[in-house]
């Protein structure tokens, strides 16, 4: 990971890397993200070019994510970034979370299978609200019941540039589908000048939503819930 770290910083051609299932682990994660800028007093000249990276199964964890979440803090380049399957759980998604709501490069952003539940699917609503970049999260096999699936839907509502969220594989009920699949109903476009469609990978049909949810709240109620 020294070595990885050592061509980030010293060549200007590279942009795209994909370390997946390399087993750096956190500590080479870190490296990692200190070549892409996380600590400008480490590395006062980080990379510039890169603009994909995949760390899939590397075996980060919590540590790990917090490295990458002060690398996507500082980095103004990077615009996909796979971090799926590291075992990250909600307090790395929170680190993550909070990193999102400030960035502005990153279009694509994959943190599935991850053991990310409610807790972090919370912090991520939340930075869904204030990010203005995102176009694609992938959220898929995780553990997210109702409550994490309600505060992602009200970040939808009020999110401009998401365009596809997935979110299959993960432990809704007939209530969070529903409120999820609502906030695509009330989601502004973010340039409705070329129609843009926004659309939730992975979960069931509307019509089973409304076969689960007989005498819950009308439409016009939940919307003001995901206010």
């Excluded at 490296?31 to 980060?60: D, E, H, K, W």
């Excluded at 790990?64 to 075992?87: C, E, P, T, Y």
């Excluded at 096999?141 to 997935?166: F, M, R, V, W, Y």
């Excluded at 529903?178 to 939730?200: C, D, G, Q, Y």
């Amino acid at each position: 990971a020294k070595a990885i770290s050592d061509v980030l910083t010293t060549n200007p051609a590279l942009i795209g890397l994909d370390l997946q299932q390399s087993e750096i682990s956190g500590t080479g994660v870190a490296l990692i993200s200190v070549a892409l800028g996380s600590n400008p007093n480490m590395n006062p000249s980080p990379n510039t070019t890169l603009t994909y990276l995949n760390i899939q199964c590397c075996g980060a964890f919590a540590a790990g994510a917090q490295h990458v979440a002060d690398m996507i803090s500082q980095n103004k380049f990077l615009r996909r970034l796979n971090f799926s399957d590291n075992n990250i759980g909600d307090q790395g998604a929170t680190y993550l979370a909070r990193a999102l709501e400030t960035n502005m490069s990153l279009s694509h952003f994959d943190i599935a299978k991850n053991k990310i539940a409610d807790l972090g699917a919370v912090e991520l609503g939340a930075a869904l609200t204030k990010n203005r970049r995102l176009a694609k999260l992938d959220l898929s096999i995780n553990e997210i019941s109702d409550d994490g699936g309600t505060a992602l839907a009200k970040g939808i509502a009020q999110n401009l540039p998401l365009t596809c969220l997935d979110l299959g594989s993960n432990r809704f009920s007939g209530l969070g589908v529903w409120m999820l699949t609502l906030s695509t109903k009330v989601k502004p476009l973010a340039n409705p000048a070329v129609h843009r469609r926004f659309e939730i990978k992975g979960l069931p049909s509307d019509q089973w939503t409304r076969g689960q949810l007989p005498g819950l709240l009308s439409e016009d109620e939940l919307k003001t819930v995901l206010q």
